[in-house]
């Protein structure tokens, strides 16, 4: 079965979806995306990723064409025509087209709205069992990663390099800080079982599943220090892992090549996948 992608409006197999050249997204990268996780054909923590989608369109002044109850509605509709169970929606909204190329805002176009689902076994995957290796890069980002702005040629660059380095993801390095992964949120747990993230602002992307974690985390009694941390401190920590909707929770057993504690996922990594899924599947819409 060939694959349906929402386009501004329509259901239509990939094939049949075209966007004009002038679309203010490929021009320049002025738009916004979302990435929710599917399992058993459902929703994950969904509320959370729209209520950043408004956020993050409202901070560049581009309207929503689609009201939120609207796109849930697209969203589930595009999961139900891909027979989705386990993936991702992705949403994509951009300032549109307009002739001819201008930096200004167009006064006519209209936003365009796209929406595609992949496959993704996310809670078998085997990097879940082993954990992942991780590279550190320079942050080279604009000032602004609250934002979740299609302009990712950082992270394009960054994550590359991780994979030509045999890592699964980039641990991008800000003033001697880690700042987050190229698509992930990073966490460490410390010697004395204190779970350290950095604190959300204009540095990294308000994570989701960071959030979702901190909160089962400390509702389950574990300390949670929510400020930055060094690739030392990491090196030097019990546990570390990232988050996201596309992984939920994985161990980090390698930074740059050197093993965090024994190299293995830590227990402590593994409930909490455990504890995340257990909400994701009950909350799952
Ligand atoms: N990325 N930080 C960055 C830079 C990200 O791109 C992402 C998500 C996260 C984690 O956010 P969340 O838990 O809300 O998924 C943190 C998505 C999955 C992507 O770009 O594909």
Redesign the pocket.
């Known amino acids: 079965m060939e694959q349906i992608v929402y386009l501004d409006g329509a259901f239509v197999p990939v094939a049949e979806a075209k966007v004009s050249v002038f679309d203010r997204g490929f021009l320049f990268a002025d738009g916004i995306?979302?990435?929710?996780?599917v399992l058993d054909g459902k929703l994950i923590?969904n509320d959370?990723?729209l209520a950043?989608l408004k956020r993050s369109v409202g901070e560049i002044a581009l309207p929503l064409p689609e009201t939120l109850e609207r796109i849930v509605g697209i969203q589930k509709e595009l999961v139900a025509r891909n027979n989705l169970r386990d993936g991702?929606v992705?949403i994509q909204v951009t300032r549109g087209a307009s002739i001819p190329r201008d930096f200004l805002f167009p006064k006519a176009a209209k936003p365009t709205l796209v929406m595609i689902t992949s496959e993704k076994d996310i809670v078998n995957s085997a990097s879940a069992r082993t954990g992942i290796a991780v590279k550190t890069v320079a942050d080279i980002r604009w000032a602004r990663?609250d934002i979740?702005s299609v302009a990712?040629l950082a992270?394009v660059l960054a994550k590359q390099a991780a994979a030509e380095a045999g890592c699964q993801e980039a641990w991008?390095i800000e003033d001697g800080k880690v700042t987050?992964?190229?698509?992930?949120?990073a966490f460490i747990l410390t010697r004395d079982d204190v779970l350290v993230t950095r604190e959300n602002s204009s540095a990294?992307?308000?994570?989701?599943?960071?959030?979702?974690v901190t909160k089962l985390a400390e509702e389950r009694q574990l300390r949670v220090e929510e400020r930055a941390f060094s690739v030392e401190e990491a090196l030097a920590a019990k546990e570390a892992f990232?988050?996201?909707?596309?992984?939920f929770v994985q161990a980090v057993v390698r930074i740059d090549g050197q093993t965090v504690a024994d190299g293995k996922p830590g227990p402590i990594t593994g409930r909490l996948r455990e504890i995340y899924i257990d909400f994701a599947r009950a909350t799952a819409v």
Do not use: F
């Not at 995306?33 to 996780?37: G, P, R």
């Not at 990294?204 to 979702?212: M, S, V």
């Open positions: 995306y979302e990435v929710s996780a923590d959370a990723h950043r991702l992705y990663r979740k990712l992270q991008m987050e992964g190229g698509s992930s949120s990294i992307l308000p994570g989701c599943t960071r959030k979702a990232v988050t996201s909707a596309s992984l």
